[in-house]
Each structure stands twice: as structure tokens, then as C-alpha cells.
């Protein structure tokens, strides 16, 4: 119902009651960033996106030291459509079933800071430099590269870049042919997907080179950082003043740890912004409400590892009145086609359809949506909504053609008569005829409990209803994602509920004006009232 006019809401994408969600002033501590009296947000904002360059498209003897824009890319026709296929190809970490910690640190195998972690193609190194190394995997590098110079002639001119810009560079390797299916597919996704306010901005590429084979992406840069270190910075805030008062975190009752978590505002920001990205890629839905019409030829893609880590903060432009970073989803390195089959990228945050379906059912909407809410649950709660055992495992026969899979008898190729076998696909690809009847053992859950949680947060009782919905056992019960918007909108529309919970600020708002950011920063001083409070 609406809370205003009494009025029944249809939730979903071609039921949206048009009286009921007119644009209409919003009150409260803050704006939040839909910025509904006035003109589109996103329209008036949207990323510098480089103009086309001439189509460097040459023969393959020839192309090893060109780089390419997104439309030039020739890409396979979609996504990898075999579990084992998809599992291989992205190579990124052995996937396990234990529940991390949601404020962790993120693993990594390798810990290299240093500017010759990462090397730029040949053509690129006149205009870029490497700043610093970020992470590595299986799959290559990714790294910091900065444009030092962007004169006539150069890759940095041709995409309009100037000195001093900053950008990600990911390299991808693309050896074996499995590996390149993983790149080639997250380049013809970032190009679908471009200039979309909440999904992170490609701007490049370089194909790989005979002589070397890696692909490399060149993304923007987020100069707020992730999401997963914007909690870490609540969390570890909390326990330094923890430790100030000589307390444990043990010692405090738990309905007052929510001083640990981020205001309610950007909380609700998050949520917000995720799911106008994910609408977007579901949909087509660039910009709702102001612009809500699904684009009925729109292929659907699924992100598939919605997670913390993979929520990226850039800072908005001066002047602009919102506090609240701009949110981007980014990492589309495990993002499949509707129908498609894909990898777990992330099991605390997957669906437990998936989990528990051994990986091997294909990537719908529903499931980026339990990702969501499992997302949004774990930065409240501090826990994931499901845990579920780690054994036993499984062992994925790649011998059948299609895409099911079923119990097996133990081959007599395989000695673990002990873990279950099913069949699985294989590759029709030439090149890879070893993969036939090989065992490939893959995660299987068998027993998936809901997480209980005493005493909740102090978010609001309607946000709190949208997470347990977003997250349903399920997944004909969880809420579209333009229903999540929907109820999102209705939530926040003229309350003062950001002005709730935690007063830290732990983040720059430099784009705002002096005033604003005062007013901002003046709750802070009330924290100390909170400590004696919970201490009392």
C-alpha cells in the first residue's frame, strides 16, 4: 500500500502503477542520488564515454600491437554454455564452501605492490605507466596505470584520455583457448553493458598478442575504493574505540553493536544502486523511475558474483548534492546470458539452488537477486543467511552432451568411490579432447541452514523485510528487481531515516560544499553520547 495515499502498488515490471510513484520532493537528512524533481541524474552525469576511433580491426598478423574499442572486438557469440567450461575458464581461486567472514580481507595468491608487478603492452607504454599492482590470480594481473602523456597519434588521445588520469588495467590471459573464451566474453559483456551509471566503465582493450598471450582491459578507476573496505573502516573503528575504552568486543551487549555498522543511509544507497545496475542488465531499465521501459529485445545478463568486493566507489562530481558515493558493480569475469551455465563466483552469496544443484543449472535473475539481499544481510549482520556443509564434495564426469546431470556409478578411472559422481558436458571444442571422462571435483552442499539473528540492526523494518524477501530459500518467492527498486523508492520517500544509526563518516564527500559537508560531519560528536550509553 502506499503509506500516502492508501493506494495498492503492483509490483513488477509491466504492472507499475503510474499514480503511485510520481516523482515528488524528497525530505530528510540527505538526498539520496534518483534526484526525482528534477531532470534525469544519470542523463546529466553519465561517464565521459570516448568517441568512436577509426575501426583498427586488422588481420591477425598484423594486430599484435593495436588496440582496439569495445565494437571492434570480435567475441565469441555467447557466454560459455558448459559448467566445466566456465569453472575452468575463469581460473580465478579454488571455490570453497566455508563461510567467510563478510568484512574479510580478501585472499590473494600472490601480495606484489611494486610497478613491475604488472607490464603494459608495447603500444601502451608510451602514454601509460604502471603505478602499482593490485591483486593476481591464475588468470593474470590487474594493476594501477596512470596516462603521462596524451599527445596526437597516441592510444591515450584516441580515447580522449588526459595526463594524470588514472585507470585499471586488467590482463587476462588467454592461453589455453578456455582462458581466452572467459576474456573474450567479459569484453563483449563490458561492451553491452557501457556508460551505465552503476556498472563500472570500460574504455579499452588490447587483443592479445601472437607472441604474448594475454588480453588486456583498461577500466576507470575507483578512487573511493570497494564496498569491502568501506566496512572494513566501520569495523575496525569500532574496535579501535573498543580497545580505547579497554573493552572487547565480547564485553558489549549485541543490541548496541550496530555502532560497528554504516549509517542507514548508505546502506539504503547500496542496495539502491545495485539493483539500478542489475536492472539494467536484466532489463534493459537505464534509469528508473524516470526512465523505466524494458527494451522487450534485450538478451538478459546475469552478473553472477555480487558480493562486497566487487561493489566499487567513485567519488561524484563538485557540486553535486547527494553524500553518498557512486556505487558500480564491477569484476564481470563470472557474468553469463540468461539460461547460460556458470560457475559459483562466490558461495556465501549464491543462491542455494545453485549451491545445492552442484553448480549445474543455468544463471536466471532470481539468482543475482539472492545475491543482493545475501549481500546487504551479511553488511547488517555481520553473517551470511545460509551456511551450509562443505562435504561431501563432488566429481563432474565431462562426458555427456547435454546440459543436465545425474548420479553416476564411480568410474573405474576415479578412486574416491566415496564422493558422489555426476555426469556433466563436454566441450565440442577440438582443441580440448583431454577434457572427455576427466574427474573434476566441484563443491556439493547437501545441508543449507538459515542463519538466526537475534538482535537486528537498527535499519528500518521495511528494509529489513526486503532483505529476508530478497533473500528466500525459493526462488519463485524472491521479489523482481524492479519490485526491489519499487519498495526502495516507497522505503526512503520522505523520511529521515538516513539520518539514523551510525554518525561516522568514513569516507571524503569533497564534492560537496563547505556547508554540506559540516552539517554532514556534525552528528560525529554524538558518538561518545552512544558509547556511554551502550557502556552504562
Known amino acids: 500500500m502506499d503509506q500516502n495515499s492508501g493506494a495498492p502498488i503492483s509490483y513488477g515490471p509491466y504492472r507499475r502503477s503510474g499514480g503511485a510513484l510520481r516523482p515528488s520532493e524528497v525530505v530528510g537528512f540527505a538526498p539520496f542520488s534518483w534526484g526525482l524533481s528534477g531532470p534525469s541524474p544519470i542523463e546529466n552525469s553519465r561517464p565521459q564515454i570516448p568517441q568512436e576511433v577509426p575501426n583498427r580491426q586488422q588481420p591477425s598478423s598484423t594486430l599484435e600491437s593495436e588496440p582496439q574499442e569495445l565494437s571492434d572486438i570480435p567475441v565469441s557469440s555467447s557466454p560459455p554454455s558448459a559448467l566445466v567450461q566456465a569453472y575452468l575458464a575463469a581460473g580465478l581461486e579454488t571455490i570453497k564452501l566455508s563461510t567467510p567472514s563478510p568484512g574479510g580481507q580478501r585472499p590473494r595468491k600472490r601480495n606484489k605492490h611494486s610497478s613491475a608487478f604488472y607490464s603494459l603492452p608495447g603500444s601502451y607504454e608510451k602514454d601509460f605507466k604502471v603505478r602499482r599492482g593490485i591483486g593476481a590470480g591464475s588468470f593474470g594481473e590487474v594493476a594501477i596505470v596512470q596516462v603521462i602523456s596524451a599527445e596526437d597519434g597516441g592510444i591515450a588521445h584516441g580515447f580522449r ?212 539481499g545475501a549481500m546487504m544481510y551479511s553488511i547488517a549482520n ?48 577440438k582443441e580440448l579432447p583431454q577434457t572427455s571422462g576427466v574427474c573434476q571435483e566441484l563443491p556439493h552442499a547437501t545441508v543449507i541452514t538459515k542463519t538466526e539473528v537475534k538482535y537486528p540492526p537498527p535499519y528500518a523494518r521495511w528494509w529489513h523485510n526486503l532483505v529476508d524477501d530478497c533473500i528466500e530459500f525459493e526462488r519463485q518467492d524472491r521479489p523482481h528487481i524492479i519490485e526491489v527498486l519499487e519498495r526502495l523508492y516507497l522505503g526512503r520517500r520522505g523520511r529521515r531515516e538516513d539520518n539514523i544509526g551510525n554518525p561516522l563518516i568514513l569516507w571524503d564527500p569533497f564534492w560537496l560544499s563547505e556547508e554540506a559537508r559540516n552539517n554532514l560531519k556534525s552528528r560525529e560528536h554524538e558518538i561518545d553520547a552512544m558509547w556511554k550509553e551502550a557502556m552504562a
Open 382 to 429: 555481520d553473517v551470511y543467511p545460509y551456511e551450509f556443509d562443505n562435504s561431501p564434495r563432488a566429481h563432474i564426469i565431462v562426458r555427456g552432451p547435454d546440459e543436465t546431470f545425474e548420479t553416476i556409478p564411480c568410474p573405474n578411472s576415479c578412486s574416491r568411490a566415496d564422493i558422489k559422481h555426476f555426469k556433466g558436458p563436454y566441450w565440442t571444442t
Open 161 to 372: 584520455l588526459r595526463p594524470g588520469m588514472s585507470l585499471v588495467a586488467k590482463k587476462i590471459s588467454t592461453n589455453p583457448l578456455k582462458e581466452r573464451t572467459i576474456y573474450s566474453t567479459e569484453w563483449h559483456i563490458l561492451d553491452i553493458l557501457r556508460g551505465h551509471r552503476n556498472i563500472l566503465h570500460a574504455i579499452c582493450t588490447q587483443q592479445p598478442r601472437v607472441t604474448n598471450p594475454y588480453g588486456h582491459i583498461f577500466m576507470e578507476y575507483c578512487d573511493l575504493g570497494d564496498l569491502a573496505g568501506l566496512v572494513t573502516k566501520y569495523r575496525d573503528a569500532f574496535r579501535d574505540r573498543l580497545r580505547s575504552h579497554g573493552l572487547w568486543r565480547v564485553m558489549l551487549p549485541k543490541e548496541v553493536r550496530w555502532l560497528e555498522l554504516p549509517p542507514n543511509g548508505i546502506a539504503y544507497e547500496i542496495m539502491t544502486s545495485v539493483a539500478r545496475g542489475l536492472a539494467w542488465m536484466q532489463y534493459g531499465v537505464w534509469d528508473w523511475p524516470l526512465d523505466s521501459a524494458i527494451d522487450p529485445d534485450w538478451t538478459p545478463i546475469m552478473h553472477n558474483d555480487i558480493k562486497i568486493d566487487n561493489v566499487l566507489l567513485v567519488s561524484r562530481q563538485q557540486g553535486d548534492e547527494c553524500p553518498y558515493p557512486i556505487f558500480k558493480i564491477g569484476d564481470f569475469g563470472a557474468a553469463t546470458k540468461l539460461g547460460s551455465v556458470a560457475f559459483i563466483g562466490n558461495s556465501a552469496t549464491a543462491s542455494p539452488e545453485r549451491v545445492k544443484g552442484c553448480l549445474r543449472i543455468p544463471s536466471v535473475p532470481e539468482d543475482d537477486v539472492f545475491s543482493l
